[in-house]
T-cell receptor, first 113, second 111 residues
Framework: GAVVSQHPSWVICKSGTSVKIECRSLDFQATTMFWYRQFPKQSLMLMATSNEGSKATYEQGVEKDKFLINHASLTLSTLTVTSAHPEDSSFYIC?????????FGPGTRLLVL | SQKIEQNSEALNIQEGKTATLTCNYTNYSPAYLQWYRQDPGRGPVFLLLIRENEKEKRKERLKVTFDTTLKQSLFHITASQPADSATYLCALGGATNKLIFGTGTLLAVQP
């Protein structure tokens, strides 16, 4: 149980384009999902908390207009990186919360050329 | 500010031995602590959760201790195998929904 999927697993795009990443909880409902970013050999950096039916809560320093989050259902949250630039290249990971535990997706590798 | 430290950037041990990983924290009183395993290029995988009122938790070859006085958790893998090689993350949780992650310890089990 407690499986979280993420799609796509990797994406390469040109600078200036927008990229959407989906996060789904497959066998449980999650009112709260999280989006993280991870740089090589570093720990997870929380970007935002995605709340079903309401606006996401962004961490300090994360541009909400740059990273659009939508949590339209209890099993799906999406992260859209708008007007992506090379510095947005990173490993993006989502998680879905069930009770106290967060279950993570497999991650999405984004490369912006 | 809240700080989590995990022991040594890399831990090398021989197959069959017990691996012990440390997680120390300051300026925080977590209600629970979790350990995750992360393989390269993959998302973290949940291993164990231990609450503030629990001293020890076991799951197969894994054992976690939680000392709220020392502000420390120890994570043990007994009879370690090369397949246990990965980065292990500790994470603290409390009143908010968020988890605060440590930087992780890279474990390498040599055959």
């Amino acid at each position: 149980g407690a499986v979280v999927s993420q799609h796509p697993s990797w994406v390469i795009c040109k600078s200036g384009t927008s990229v959407k990443i989906e996060c789904r909880s497959l066998d449980f409902q999650a009112t709260t999902m999280f989006w993280y970013r991870q740089f090589p050999k570093q720990s997870l950096m929380l970007m935002a908390t995605s709340n079903e039916g309401s606006k996401a809560t962004y961490e300090q320093g994360v541009e909400k207009d740059k990273f659009l989050i939508n949590h339209a259902s209890l099993t799906l949250s999406t992260l859209t990186v708008t007007s992506a630039h090379p510095e947005d290249s990173s490993f993006y990971i989502c998680s879905a919360r069930e009770k106290e535990t967060q279950y993570f997706g497999p991650g999405t590798r984004l490369l912006v050329l | 500010s809240q700080k989590i430290e995990q022991n040594s950037e890399a831990l090398n041990i021989q197959e069959g031995k017990t691996a012990t990983l440390t997680c120390n924290y300051t300026n925080y009183s977590p209600a629970y602590l979790q350990w995750y395993r992360q393989d390269p290029g993959r998302g973290p995988v949940f291993l164990l959760l231990i609450r503030e009122n629990e001293k020890e938790k076991r799951k197969e070859r894994l054992k976690v201790t939680f000392d709220t006085t020392l502000k420390q958790s120890l994570f043990h893998i007994t009879a370690s195998q090369p397949a246990d090689s990965a980065t292990y993350l500790c994470a603290l949780g409390g009143a908010t929904n968020k988890l605060i992650f440590g930087t992780g310890t890279l474990l390498a089990v040599q055959p």
